[in-house]
């Protein structure tokens, strides 16, 4: 082996913003004349014509299921609803104050140290936190004491959506809340190299196991840079009275400077597609439930006032109307982004798997020079 | 805002390998003309005047400690032994067979649950995972069933080396055995952006509270290519009878192209300088302890026949001799790294948060082109 250089001298912006720091084959974003797709099907048409079991099945698998993949495909997402004893009660050990993304973080972790994987294959273990994930989250949400009736763990209800929404409320959901939430967990199913998933591919270079991988997109996730602006931005929205005065304030929020969440993105230029899907679905919904219609009154009057600076929509900002109108807390917000993500999250760790290089970058020093090392009387 | 160009279009390696993704003040690792230091002191200076209590300060307070600052450190990081009982508990529900880092994984996230980090501090929360470490690892270590006396829980070993050793063997260490350890928990205190490191500092750019930047961190850590070559390295040298062997069935390894571990470095072209470092402690050690006399001169020859071909060993490869040498089962070599690393990442992630950009970089899409969407009964 002859002498390398290794560093190579140029430096890039720290936050990686528009640098391709790999290839893939899952999902495009940002490029130009390429719309966001996933594995090639417009995101649109899956919002439209799929489930999000359909949607998990070719983010994981890769293709499509057909009629009898599908089936089989939901029943076995059904049977890996089994909440293990062993789990439930280790979750009965932590504070009931905990932030359910820690509850989560946590709960991914042991269930590695119950059901471990065997080798890298993956693709099992996708499937069971994809399938237990709603049962932690309701479990979670019983035990905070957010309802009375007991907790329905493996309900009847046969989509994740529905399942996701019976477990958090304790009360089966209708059907055009449980279309919502499908609809929801297709949006925010995948998006490329976003800081969690990048993280879990940081960590899946190392030939980690699955469950350190998703462990450590959870955690990633947790920061309220990824995953906290729609929970920020339903904090705002109720905040204001009505339209009118929704408009004028957020008028003096720029001007005064202050961030309002839900709007602009680090890889998107001029619009969010995702975003206008969501939109129309909160329309709906608020038409629905009229007690809700003044909600995205005020949704849209900010939008109004945010696109006059050029500032547009991304797909946290109507996505927190619609989850409130579900009657979903807004700490839940992110637990179920990570419901949605875990597929997103699969293909990508199975990616890495696949043709796998170490990701191990280097620093430019700018600490101090050689320094004398001071006995330890000499020190200040 | 007017429309941004966002994406680069240049390709870098996926492995970022000698790329640099950012600055950093705390250690310089494969610069021309700069030695291996930490925060400017020689790796070489360290290891042979200070402690790693010293140098646990130097890297998460930023400067070598003073002799009243190192004994306020020294026995806040005793006190921060304390093992909470909930803590055991949840330890005690777990699987028996669980590995060691899959225990410390879950251990430290579910310590974010029972000790939250209040605001983004960070340091509390360093100390306190510096000072745990090893009362998880003894604890487990007991709970495995790899020795009958009972576990010295916050024994009187007034040093992390010491304490350590004390936990893993259930029995109080000699000098020499503290200070062998000592100087290696010195050795892979920090190295700059290694994968587990980078993984928390993606973690850490959104935000996240500490303990999903550890939680990363060791997720990371456990995979095989970061975290497991001197676990690998021992496993090697065990199979030889004695160096003469030794020689022969490596030449024969590398004619084969076979993996030899515990060689060559992502980062450094041409030699490792901590590894002349630990070698003098396994000489040293095996002289004290003649029955693995034998060992040493195995571990000589392997490096002898690896150098012919221009391959240096990396520290991993002697510090498998000295942890044999110490006792330690070789499961436990990673779990010690976490220890020792621990101030490294902390310093990381407090380096992030302290000037913090997200981390969200974008892929090259690779992947099919826009396709129509076939209903179900259309799927093939």
Known sequence: MSKRKLK???KIDPGLRGINVGTTEICPVGEEEIHLSYRGYLIEDLAMACTYEEVSHLLIHGELPNKYQLSEWSSQLSENRFFPKNLQRILDTLPKNTHPMSVLRTAISTLGTIEPEQGLEGKMQALRILGILPSIIGYWEKRRGSYDKEVPLGSSEDTIAGYLLHMINGEA???????????????????????STYAARVCASTLADYYSCITTAIGTLSGPLNGGANEAAIKLLLSFDNS???????????????????????????HDPRSLIVKERARKLSNEKKEFSELFKIAEAVERVMREHNLFPNLDFYTATVYHILGINSHLFTPIFVVSRSSGWA???????????????????????????PSLSERK
Chains 1, 2 share one sequence.
Do not use: C, W
Request: hydrophobic content about 35%.
């Open 244 to 270: 009118d005065t929704a408009e004028s304030k957020v008028r003096h929020m720029l001007r005064d400077k202050e961030l309002v969440m839900g709007f602009g993105h680090a890889v998107y230029a001029d």
């Open 173 to 195: 959901p209708s059907t055009i809340d449980t279309q919502t939430m499908d609809t929801s967990l297709i949006l925010y199913a995948e998006h490329e190299y976003a800081a």
């Open 8 to 10: 190579v001298k140029y």
């Open 347 to 373: 293909a990508h760790v199975l990616e890495q798997r696949q043709n796998n290089k170490l990701i191990r970058p280097t620093a430019e020093y700018i600490g101090p020079k050689e320094r004398v090392l």
